[in-house]
């Protein structure tokens, strides 16, 4: 369902996307690694049988608003893609 200039873009990066993917996986990781000490949030879990290319980051806490105005306030953008 790509229109012609979609297919443009995507054809341009076909050369980089194994990269880009182990991009994904490396700074997923590190977000793994930095979160997993933070009290009170929560990460997805990942299964062993799959790779996960992170195109959200996903995290769960108590208080949404509340962290994600904090977020704002240090200029790191924040988006509720599944409200539930």
Request: with cysteine.
């Amino acid at each position: 369902r790509m229109d012609t200039l979609q297919c443009a873009v995507v054809l341009g990066k076909l050369d980089r996307f194994e990269w880009e993917l182990a991009q994904r996986r490396r700074l997923g990781a590190r977000y793994g690694e930095l979160l997993a000490a933070v009290p009170g949030v929560r990460l997805l879990a990942e299964r062993a049988d799959r790779d996960c290319v992170w195109a959200q980051y996903t995290v769960f806490v108590q208080n949404r608003a509340a962290v994600q105005e904090a977020l704002k306030q240090q200029g790191i953008p924040t988006a509720v893609h599944y409200p539930k």
